[in-house]
């Protein structure tokens, strides 16, 4: 196969073969239960210099029980894959926990763009669709996948795509290389205690990041039991064998929005992102992160019930977010 | 004598987009940004029928009402989709040439509709101010059969060449560019609009061509906004002013409280007759 032009971007080596392996080794398949803190998993599952994913962003669905709890175990030297993000890349960057990030797309930040400015992060770029198209290679068990954007550009320059000759019909087309993450941590509806999970709405790419993963911490607005999973198995996103923790948080995405579910808190937004255009996010991160053990404690002492009842409120939108 | 209207330079942009949209067409938007207002408004008075897609896999929804992505989209932007699926999803729609259209804002456009935004100034390894890098917008400008850009009239925002190419016009403009570097044949840039003018390319050359400009400018006041000189359409037609309607649905329905609306500077228009 013919490479006519390759991006000089940093890329770990696509590895399939490895991956069955650890698949084999050590992904059980026995229906046992995987129910445990935040703490317990991230500290079971998570590394310092995993290489780091999630669905969606700390606006919307995002891990964010399990983001913090990252932050607080103080996690080094992760390799993020950024897409479609909002604030989240900028507070695991603050808590230190980041050394290198793939760009998809960062929302505008005082803290991701010192960091790339300052080179205190590595960076590779690539697009939001091409992450994730990464994660759905990894996914299928394959080495890479073609694909129709990307080409032309600077991004494609500095990211670790290639350009070769269709052996098939003779034009040229990209190449991307399968991303198989270290650890995936992404936040559900509902999940049974053996990890078969819920998502409801419009997903980033929930099949693609929970499937790729060596590693998979599932947190849950709520553990349903597997009858009502085997009612509905339409339903089910991922399947029990690729989950390795199953974390029940509810308000696990708080300060976002659970679709169907609550709103996100628009006041802590605006302090969060002030946090980041002040270079303020040391005191923002002690003020909900470190000084709690738990995404509870810090509901139950920051936030209270008062204000999670208006979250659930301000969500008027339900229709097909429930089974 | 015809009435004096008022309107924003915001409202302005947002008007000669929405005025593109057609009905029956498939768009891919940008999430919760200007293009999406656009949407909306054309929605709400001259293509009802336009239907659209957003990256994170929401599917031809009927939105309320404007939902800024930074409010958390939630359950409101996904309102009567009719699928919720994917961001690979829609990337695969995309390649099998379902959307007619994306619309994309950009920070920077050049002659050949490329844009940027990763950074302006310096270099890639040291930018003087990084920015979150291409998002969707690469697979919008490289996949849909068209593409519409939107830009404010700012000289720095229309550089001869984007100091970096985060997603791809016609790149340098030669014959077949974009399908040498692997992209889908015959797509590319079809509007560059901003509050004043709007901007078409040249079938040969590729360069951006300039196809109609605000009564209330002159074609000076415009160039002098550009850092070169594109392409002039003989003859060059006139940007119909924002109607009263276009005005009321954006101001009453779709950002009743002037967030993005009232950022725009104020422009003061009496039609001749």
């Known amino acids: 196969m013919e490479v006519l032009a390759s991006g000089k971007g940093v890329y770990r080596t696509p590895d399939p073969d490895g991956h069955r392996e650890w698949v084999r080794t050590h992904k059980s398949r026995e229906l046992k239960s995987k129910v445990m803190t935040a703490k317990e998993a991230v500290e079971k599952f998570v590394s310092d210099g995993d290489y780091l994913g999630y669905d969606l962003n700390i606006h919307k669905r995002g891990p964010a029980a399990l983001m913090h709890e990252i932050i607080r175990q103080k996690k080094k030297d992760l390799w993020v894959a950024v897409r479609f993000s909002g604030m989240d890349p900028a507070i695991l960057i603050a808590g230190g926990c980041v050394s290198r990030i793939d760009i998809g797309w960062f929302i505008q930040s005082g803290t991701c763009s010192r960091a790339i400015q300052e080179g205190l992060i590595k960076v590779t770029e690539w697009t939001n669709g091409a992450v994730v198209y990464r994660e759905l290679a990894g996914a299928m068990g394959l080495p890479f996948l073609p694909l129709r954007y990307i080409g032309g550009t600077d991004t494609f320059e500095q990211s670790g795509a290639k350009l070769i000759k269709d052996p098939f019909t003779g034009q040229e087309i990209c190449l991307v290389p399968a991303l198989n993450l270290d650890v995936a941590v992404v936040h559900v509806h509902q999940c049974d205690e053996f990890g078969n999970a819920r998502i409801f709405g419009s997903g980033l790419s929930p099949m693609e990041t929970c499937s790729c993963a060596k590693k998979l911490i599932i947190s849950t607005e709520e553990v349903v039991s597997s009858d009502e999973i085997r009612r509905r198995p339409q339903l089910t996103t991922v399947p029990y064998y690729m989950v390795d923790a199953v974390v029940n948080v509810p308000f696990g995405t708080y300060p976002g929005a659970m679709p169907g579910l609550y709103g996100s808190d628009p006041e802590h937004m605006i302090e969060m992102m002030m946090a980041d255009r002040m270079g303020t996010m040391d005191a923002y991160l002690e003020k909900w992160v470190y000084a709690f053990e738990s995404h509870a404690e810090m509901l139950d002492k920051l936030v209270g019930a008062r204000k999670l009842i208006q979250l659930m409120q301000a969500e008027t939108f339900r229709e097909g977010y429930r089974a | ?273």
């Open chain 2, 1 to 273: 004598m015809s009435e004096t209207i008022n309107f924003t330079t915001t409202e302005s942009l947002l008007i000669n987009v929405a005025n593109l949209i057609e009905n029956n067409k498939y768009y891919w938007v940008a999430i919760g940004g200007s293009p999406m207002m656009a949407m909306m408004l054309a929605r709400k008075t001259l293509a009802p029928r336009a239907y659209y897609v957003v990256e994170d896999g929401t599917i031809c929804p009927d939105p309320l009402e404007y939902v800024p992505f930074l409010s958390g989209a939630s359950g409101a932007a996904e309102y009567r989709a009719v699928a919720w699926k994917d961001m690979n999803t829609v990337g695969f729609h995309c390649a099998m040439g379902y959307y007619d259209y994306g619309i994309l804002d950009c920070l920077q456009v050049d002659m050949y509709g490329n844009i940027n935004s990763t950074f302006i100034g310096g270099s890639y390894e040291h930018p003087e101010r990084r920015f979150g890098g291409p998002g969707g917008a690469n697979e919008i400008a490289s996949m849909c059969w068209q593409t519409i850009f939107m830009a404010d009239q700012e000289k720095r925002k229309y550089p001869r060449r984007v100091d970096f190419i985060s997603s791809p016009g016609y790149l340098d403009g030669s014959p077949r560019a974009r399908e040498r570097a692997g992209l889908p044949a015959n797509t590319g840039p079809y509007r560059v609009v901003s509050e004043i003018a709007m901007f078409g390319f040249d079938e040969e050359t590729h360069m951006m061509k300039l196809l109609a400009i605000a009564p209330w400018v002159t074609l000076d006041d415009l160039l002098v906004e550009m850092e070169f000189e594109p392409l002039i359409a003989d003859p060059l037609e006139k940007l119909p002013p924002p109607t009263e309607q276009q005005l009321t649905v954006l101001r009453a329905e779709i950002d009743p409280g002037g967030r993005v609306l009232g950022q725009g500077t104020w422009i003061e228009y009496t039609p001749e007759d």
